[in-house]
């Protein structure tokens, strides 16, 4: 080895511990953050450390997960790292696919049997002591089944059609099921998913709240009933905030808001709050603007309308049912609105108080199966 080959080393070795103990100052100088505004998420705290939890692994293990979310300029490196791994031309970074025309697609696997048993006994169970609240049951597949043209060639994916189909043959004839497939199908050349984020736009709710409405008996709007009003062009959703992916078009929101307004009542009943509409436009500023459908999500929303014919209806529900909702409470005179992730007291004890008259399950198939609050209900 030559003098020059030893010196090239030795400096290189030395750039690169001044490198690692930069990094380490760094980390040690720059505050913990609590919140990711780019990743739309609580960051993981320092753990606190004590014997047991060292000997169980258990601190080690929440130390590294603290080091990775609280690493210096933690976001800069995730852009570097996707920008490089697209100019390798990979197509996919957690979870989350990069589709064409700038469609982002979360990865969806095939729910196992006991997974489905599970929810199936989930949702008999509940009516066996509430056999008199006619119950429906929608879950609504996601860009991954409904988009597939805009996915990588051969990207692995689930088949959702078939897990639907599993859940609809699992369920007591009474129990109908609402099958939104074909209306969203047929409507896949609009926009009826946003690019950036995992849920549907108010189009693609609009089309299976009339499918809806035909199941339940009730004469849906036209979209001629309807002033359908953008309010923000710079959206950019959960999928955006999870895949790390950046150099994309942002999203638009729009809302199909009556020609005819009617006064509503909206209760955030846990948090002791009431507003007078159904958007909290103040959301559009933040980082997760799709939190303007009922301020997010919330344990248990009370929403009471002016429609005349004292209809009372439940939904149990994750976040797809949020921009659907609006719809619906131009035909009910009170909506209860449950999230099982966030709602810890008797749903049965719920239906009991309230005396409602319908009831409905709305979820998008891939958190149907991959959340498990939904065996809560149960309790």
């Not at 014997?51 to 603290?66: A, I, N, P, Q, V």
């Not at 049997?113 to 169970?125: G, M, T, Y």
């Not at 009933?225 to 999870?242: C, H, M, P």
């Not at 209860?336 to 409602?356: A, G, H, N, W």
Request: hydrophobic share 40%; aromatic share 12%; glycine share 4%.
């Amino acid at each position: 080895m030559t003098r020059y080959d030893k010196r090239t080393r030795a400096v290189t070795g030395l750039l690169f511990l001044l490198f690692i103990l930069m990094v380490a100052v760094l980390n040690i100088l720059t505050p913990d953050q609590a919140f990711s505004e780019s990743e739309n998420r609580v960051l993981e705290s320092r753990p606190r450390f004590s014997l047991r939890s060292l000997l169980g692994g258990k601190f080690t293990s929440d130390y590294e997960t603290y080091i990775t979310d609280q690493f210096a300029f933690r976001d800069v490196w995730i852009g570097i790292k996707t920008d490089a791994d697209r100019v390798m031309g990979k197509k996919d970074s957690n979870g989350v696919y990069l589709g064409k025309d700038g469609y982002l697609i979360q990865h969806f696997s095939s729910p196992q049997d006991a997974e489905v048993n599970d929810r199936i006994q989930a949702i008999h169970s509940i009516h066996q002591k509430t056999p008199d609240l006619r119950k429906y049951i929608m879950l609504v597949p996601t860009a991954a089944a409904l988009l597939r043209d805009k996915l990588p060639a051969y990207a692995p994916l689930g088949d959702e059609h078939a897990a639907l189909n599993r859940v609809r043959q699992s369920l007591q004839p009474d129990i109908r099921f609402v099958d939104v497939y074909p209306a969203l199908y047929a409507g896949r050349e609009e926009a009826i998913f946003y690019k950036t984020d995992h849920h549907w736009t108010s189009k693609g709710a609009y089309y299976a709240y009339r499918v809806l409405c035909k199941q339940m008996g009730i004469v849906p709007k036209d979209e001629a009933a309807f002033n359908i009003r953008q309010v923000t062009d710079a959206f950019y959703g959960s999928l955006y905030s999870k895949s790390g992916f950046r150099h994309l078009q942002p999203d638009r929101i729009n809302l199909y808001l009556p020609k005819e307004e009617s006064k509503k009542k909206v209760e955030y009943v846990y948090e002791g709050r009431t507003a007078d509409s159904l958007y909290q436009m103040d959301n559009l500023s933040k980082k997760d603007k799709y939190a303007l459908f009922l301020n997010g999500n919330h344990a248990l929303v009370r929403i009471t309308t002016e429609h005349p014919d004292g209809k009372k209806l439940l939904i149990v529900k994750d976040s797809y049912a949020n921009s659907l909702i609006p719809f619906l409470a131009e035909h009910f005179t009170e909506i209860d609105v449950v999230d099982l992730r966030y709602y810890e007291e008797s749903v049965t004890k719920l239906i009991q108080d309230r005396q409602f008259h319908d009831m409905l399950f709305l979820y998008n198939v891939k958190t149907f199966f991959e959340d498990t609050s939904i065996l809560n209900i149960m309790e």
